[in-house]
């Protein structure tokens, strides 16, 4: 299964950039990028006030089972995921093979105009990683460099 | 693969402890919670489990920790839900996985289970087209203080008879001996699995 590229700062800049378009037009809370494996990618907004990194492995996991549920029932073609709520509601949408966008937004917006914003956001940041792809294709992190401390004992059980 | 964020410094890996149902996948990241020391920062476990304590989806522990020099290394434990029922969930969760632990029950009645389990990995990982020649595992022989459970030479000409052996350990999850090892011997491996990679392949 090809992976997320690595990311250099001009596509984390052009990433930022796309989010932030987003949170300002739907006025959303806050705005990520994950894997469908379930790591955060990158992420705009008022994203202290919430446990980012659990509701992204829990969004990944939820919608890769939707998208489960759909495959069997002939939908070929799933794209987005939207949950109702009473403060707060989110929107799911899939971005490439392996990338989700997640909105937060005020329950009072509308779901429907969030949703034609974030369309064009999808495209610029589906853009921008195939351009991150093209740019190394097949290539990791040169960890080699980066001076791999003492693995042998990275978690230790408290005495 | 795991996520690599050149700009921020980020590193973030997904390790899954994989078995058959009952085996202790979940007590382990318990116990890693519990009893984890000097780490950056250590999120909640979350837990996705049926009343009667088997995990429904899956249980997630993130935790950051200093691996590589100027890196953020953020480490995303998952486990699967054992039951065979669940297989369209373990799919899911193998997705993006960089590191596996296999953690197997030790008692002689479980070897059935076990040996299922490991080829249902096997299988999982072909149809997200992975293989074990190219994600790092490690075996947990687990339960280790019960009566009736099967010699580790057993456990071994099972589970660790490719031609390629890797790392066993043995453990007793439920009093957190055994758990930290297998943990520090995926990250190594997988550390160094990348290292290689970025050595072949110079960024």
New interface residues.
Partial sequence: ????P????E???SLDLALDGLLRKSEAAAVMLI???????ARRGETEQF?I??IA??A??SF??TQ?IAERLGEANFTSIYQQGERLSLLFCNVDENVLLIVIFNAALSAGAVKYYAAETIRQVAQQLERAGRR?P???????S????D????????? | ????????KE??V?IVYYGPAKGGKTTNLEQ?HR?????QEK??L?SLATSSDRTL??D?L??E???????KT?F?L?TVPGQVIYN??RQ??L???DGIVFVADSQFDKMAENAESFQNLEDNLRS???NFAEIPYVLQYNKRDLPNIAPVEYLEFLLNNREVQVPSFQSVASR?EG??EP??MI??LL??K??N???R???
């Fill in positions: 299964m090809p992976g997320l690595p990311l250099i700062e596509d984390v800049l894997d469908k494996g379930g790591p955060v990618i446990d990194t659990t492995a829990l990944a996991g890769c089972a489960a190394a097949g290539q990791t992190l040169d960890l080699v980066e001076n791999v401390l693995v042998s004992t990275i978690f230790s059980k408290k005495r | 693969m795991p996520i690599i964020n050149q700009a921020t590193l973030q997904k890693v009893n984890v020391e000097d780490v999120g909640k979350v989806f899956f997630f993130p935790i920790a200093m691996a590589i020099k100027g890196f953020k995303q998952y369209t969930t899911l969760v997705r993006g996985v997200l087209k992975l957190c758990v930290f943990l520090n990250t190594r550390l160094n990348f290292i990679e970025g050595a392949k110079p960024a």
